[in-house]
Each structure stands twice: as C-alpha cells, then as structure tokens.
C-alpha cells in the first residue's frame, strides 16, 4: 500500500482545506489538524515498530484518522465515526485489500472512543496511544503558554493553569508497552518544567526575608 501515501496524504489535506472552519479558533484550521495528523504519524510509527504493527495498516490510518475533524457533520457525529465512514469510501476507490481496509476503518472508529472492548487491533491501540500522546510533554507546555497568552494570564495564572493540565494527565490511559513508556518520559519531563517553575516564582515573595 506504500503506493498509495501520496494519494492519501493529498486526500487528507485538501478535505481539511474544504472544511476547515478558522471563524472557530486555530484549532479548526486545516494547518493545525495536518501538523497534528503528521505528529501522531510521527509517533504512531514509533510505537508501531516497537509493538511489531502491522506498518502499512497503521500508517495510512494514522494519516486519516482526523480527516473528518473540521467536517460541520462532526458537530453531530463523532469525527472517529465520521471519519471512518469517509476513510472507507475513498479506499475503496484505491482497491485497498478487504483485510487491511477492515483494520485501518476500525482503527480510524476506535482511535478517539473510550471502550471496553478487548477485541481491537494492535494498529487501533497504537494510533490511540499515539493521538493520546500528541501535546503530552514539551508541546504540552507550550500550549499552556499559548493559551495564557491569549486570556492574559500573568505568570502564576499560568503556573496554575499548568498544574491542571497536569493533573488531568493522570486520567489518560496507554494501550501499548511503548506508549506507556513514553508517556512516562513526557510526564518526567513536563513535572520538572512545573516543579523549576514553581521554584522561580517563590521568589516574588519577601517571606524568606521575614528574618531580616
């Protein structure tokens, strides 16, 4: 299916370009759903060579998988269930092989959904840790100050704002070996950044100066 990367890659972007819908905020811009997309493609790939993934399966799922993110009918259907449905038709056209077709539309379905089932695919638990995984760590904290920026937020509104995305990380649950590992890795480092940021802003205090 390598053949087929290019072809599915332009599908992606132009049908985010036709639904984008910016009046929404930066996260409706085509450009920020396909830098996402390329970043869990980044990831998935990492986890999926570790995990021993079918390669090709997860690849064009991982390419496809927001592709109805911007679509308006999301408002009122999932984008994973949307998308899946969009994924289908167009590989369809390609003459994508039932099997792997089967694995890529049910890996795009599940990629965003909470379940309890315990039949997935490894490409479906892959591109979950993957999708989970973007924001989580460096770019996880920059996005804190993006939007601290945007609703003027000195730096302990940030600081507060940062130990909240924080604590929500908690709740996230991995799939695989190597996304757990990751994960861990990103937590170590975004619980440092917070730990040096609360230290630089006891210093606004007199408190340690109470002696003098």
């Known amino acids: ?9 332009n599908f ?3 049908y985010m370009q036709t639904t984008e819908r910016p009046e929404m ?31 090709e399966v997860l690849e064009i799922a ?13 408002d009122e259907i999932h984008h994973a269930v949307l998308g899946s449905q969009i994924a289908e038709e167009f590989l369809h056209k390609l003459n994508i092989p039932a099997q792997q077709l089967g694995m890529i539309v049910e890996a795009i379905r599940f990629h965003s959904l ?5 039949d997935l ?9 993957a999708d989970r995984l973007d924001e989580v760590g460096a770019l996880g904290i920059i996005s804190v100050g993006i939007h601290a920026g945007r609703v003027g937020m ?12 924080l604590n929500n990380l908690e709740d996230l649950n991995f799939y695989t070996a190597a996304g757990k590992m990751i994960f861990k890795q990103r937590l170590k480092l975004t619980e440092s950044f917070w730990r040096q940021a609360e230290m630089e802003l006891a210093g606004e205090s007199l408190a340690s100066y109470a002696d003098l």
């Open 154 to 165: 000195d730096y302990r509104g940030c600081f507060r704002q940062g130990l909240k995305e």
């Open 25 to 55: 905020g930066r996260r409706r811009t085509a450009s920020f759903r396909w830098r996402h997309t390329l970043r869990v493609l980044s990831t998935a790939r990492e986890i999926g060579l570790t995990e021993g993934a079918n390669m």
């Open 12 to 14: 992606v972007r132009e």
């Open 114 to 118: 909470d379940t309890n089932r315990d």
């Open 62 to 74: 991982a390419l496809l998988h927001d592709v109805a993110k911007l679509d308006p009918r999301s």
């Open 121 to 129: 695919g490894l490409e479906t638990l892959v591109l979950k840790d």
């Open 1 to 9: 299916m390598q053949q087929h990367y290019v072809t599915v890659a």
